[in-house]
């Protein structure tokens, strides 16, 4: 596995029976209508810093990304969520940026079923260290807030 991976791009993380991968999907596909460019294909944008690009699904054939390439952690209609080899189409505007993300706050509603499944992902990657430092941290103001009546 590429070291600048942080999850093995063959893992597969199943998703809760209660997923709807179809009406996710369909709200994923409104990024075609945006991104014409896309042709059809899965579809994600990131925000780098004060830039952002849109992603368009590439064949992976287990090379290292290249520098305009990356992995996103995307629902799959197995009813799993898996890497996704992704490579940029192309920057977007501040207009575009930001049509694109009124079609993600869309999904992050249809994304609540796979929270769980996101925030392992997110745990593995980070690793037992950096969570112990985290739960260290966050210890004594969730004492201070309960201390507060701060709940």
Known sequence: MSQYVFVDPSASFALPDSFDFEDYIETEQELWALFPETEGKRANFGQVGLTAQIYVEVPDDGSDPGMD???????????????????ACRRLTLTEYRMGHLTALKLMGKMNEAASVMQEVGRQILGEEVMEEVRARMQPKEEEDEENGNE
Request: charged share 30%; with cysteine.
């Open 69 to 87: 390439e990356t992995y996103i952690l995307m629902p799959c209609a197995d009813k799993t969520m898996k890497p996704i080899r992704m490579k």
